[in-house]
């Protein structure tokens, strides 16, 4: 008896094949001319604002954050809505009630506070495929290694529950969102989010800022981690822990190597849409099966 092939299985076995001869090629070509780079070093200017002004940042986020989602909770206990379940409404909700507090109060601060808070950005002016040139290759060389950190990890966290040190790992609630379904236009409206609005906004702010200002502050290598740590930690995700770190780490380089926040914007947004389009294929992939 003739077995069925799976599609999604067959799809999904092409991209990661062909990931693998992409990232191959890239590294190869690394390493034959270790002084050509797919992003030239430019370097990023810090943000020297101080511990006390950057401390006021901070706080100003959370508390936006914080306002934000008070004043939802409050709506939709006024409309009479149940938030005790993630739905793919009141997840498009919960996205930006907390990326547009953010977004504003990095806008705020530069507009109205130009001499504690307003700096360049940029150190170099690129263009938004020209960012995308960039950042593509990049990403494309250094995705099997975040694959193999992310097992490796999986591996360390099954091994730790086996013996009891931990307890169980759900993965995010977004991704078991996407994973359940639902109404087709919430989720569209969370893939827009996933792929151009969470990018721009927490590249602003961890890389825009955090990382610059703790550039200031410390040592170049240290500020990439840190940075990194700091956006694994906001995900609030024990299972992408480390492998988010590493993700950060990518980010604050190609920020550093290009000199345009363009650059990591770009990077995360193909991060992100690959992540959704693998959760697609493996979703289809489990719906074929009998």
Not at 11 to 35: C, D, F, H, M, N
Not at 112 to 118: D, L, M, R, T
Not at 137 to 162: A, G, H, M, N
Not at 163 to 173: A, N, R, S, V, Y
């Amino acid at each position: 008896m003739a077995t069925e092939l799976d599609p999604a299985a067959i799809a999904a076995t092409l991209i990661v094949l062909s990931t693998l001869a992409g990232s191959t090629a890239l590294w190869v070509r690394k390493l034959r001319s270790p002084r050509s780079s797919i992003i030239p070093n430019i370097g990023i200017g810090t943000w020297p604002i101080g511990w006390v002004n950057f401390v006021i940042f901070i706080c100003a986020a959370i508390t936006s954050i914080a306002a934000s989602q008070f004043l939802g909770s409050a709506i939709l206990n006024v409309i009479g809505v149940q938030a005790n379940q993630l739905t793919p409404w009141l997840a498009v909700a919960a996205v930006l009630l907390l990326q547009i507090p953010l977004l504003a109060v990095f806008y705020i601060t530069r507009r109205f506070f130009p001499a504690q808070y307003a700096s360049q950005l940029n150190s170099h002016a690129v263009s938004i495929g020209l960012a995308l040139k960039q950042a593509a290759p990049y990403f494309l060389r250094f995705l099997p290694i975040i694959w193999i950190v992310s097992f490796l990890w999986t591996k360390i966290l099954s091994d730790l529950q086996e013996f009891g040190l931990i307890g169980e790992f759900p993965p995010q609630q977004l991704v078991q969102l996407f994973q359940s379904g639902g109404d087709p236009l919430a989720i569209c409206l969370l893939v827009i989010f996933a792929v151009l609005l969470a990018p721009i906004v927490e590249e602003l702010i961890f890389r825009g800022c955090i990382y610059r200002f703790l550039k200031s502050q410390t040592s170049l290598l240290l500020a990439q981690l840190i940075s990194g740590v700091i956006f694994a930690l906001i995900h609030a995700n024990l299972l992408s822990f480390v492998p988010l770190v590493l993700v950060g780490i990518l980010l604050a380089r190609s920020y550093e190597k290009s000199g345009n926040i363009l650059v990591p914007i770009c990077f995360h947004a193909l991060f992100n849409g690959f992540s959704l389009l693998m959760l697609l294929i493996y979703n289809q992939s489990q719906v074929l099966q009998p």
